[in-house]
T-cell receptor, first 112, second 117 residues
């Protein structure tokens, strides 16, 4: 499978716990994006990497959120001290220097 | 503020008929537009796009029309099939390259299309 892969598919956690999600982009894609989608809304941009450099972060990304893309390959998104408002679908997408993004199936986070 | 608006949360059409999904935008810097389709428990899948230098782009059963003066675009699906039942998202971005390369997309809230057999 050469698509964007995200793990885990589902994560249930208690408020205050830390969670980490992983995204493996399409191998030749140099751009990687994280989006968040809540019920009834469209995906909202969180952050963007070109190779290993994090070039842009949304104001939605509070200091409890951190994303990395070591070596310009896979990426991780960590949420510290989770809150109930963090419950959402976290989507990863990749692209090869254009606007056509390829999305993974997402990680559904539920914070209890 | 919602820069990309899809004012119809849902649309129901009969198989074989035309489906028309609408999208309005407010940011005059947007000049590239995309439609994505999303099935439950899956990520959005790219469907079709259009640049502001065009007013129409066609790909098989799918056609996107852009009216730049009205800041409006629409997606036509003809003929509609039950497998087209999904949530359709309109997305927009400013000129490619104007953001230093990120080309991040701004999405609408989506329209749920149901095609009845």
């Amino acid at each position: 499978d050469t698509g964007v892969s995200q793990n885990p598919r589902h994560k249930i956690t208690k408020r205050g716990q830390n969670v980490t999600f992983r995204c493996d982009p399409i191998s030749e894609h140099n751009r990687l994006y994280w989006y968040r989608q809540t019920l009834g809304q469209g995906p909202e941009f969180l952050t963007y990497f070109q190779n290993e450099a994090q070039l842009e972060k949304s104001r939605l990304l509070s200091d409890r959120f951190s994303a990395e893309r070591p070596k310009g390959s896979f990426s991780t998104l960590e949420i510290q001290r989770t809150e109930q408002g963090d419950s959402a679908m976290y989507l990863c997408a990749s692209s090869l220097a254009d606007v056509k993004l390829f999305f993974g199936s997402g990680t559904q986070l539920s914070v209890l | 503020d919602q820069q990309v608006k899809q004012n119809s949360p849902s649309l129901s059409v009969q198989e074989g008929r035309i489906s028309i999904l609408n999208c309005d935008y407010t940011n005059s810097m947007f000049d590239y537009f995309l439609w994505y389709k999303k099935y439950p428990a899956e990520g959005p899948t790219f469907l079709i796009s259009i640049s502001s230098i065009k007013d129409k782009n066609e790909d098989g059963r799918f056609t996107v029309f852009l009216n730049k003066s009205a800041k409006h675009l629409s997606l036509h699906i003809v003929p509609s099939q039950p497998g087209d039942s999904a949530v359709y998202f309109c997305a927009a971005t400013p000129s490619v390259g104007s953001q230093g390369g990120s080309e991040k997309l701004v999405f609408g809230k989506g329209t749920k299309l149901t095609v009845n057999p």
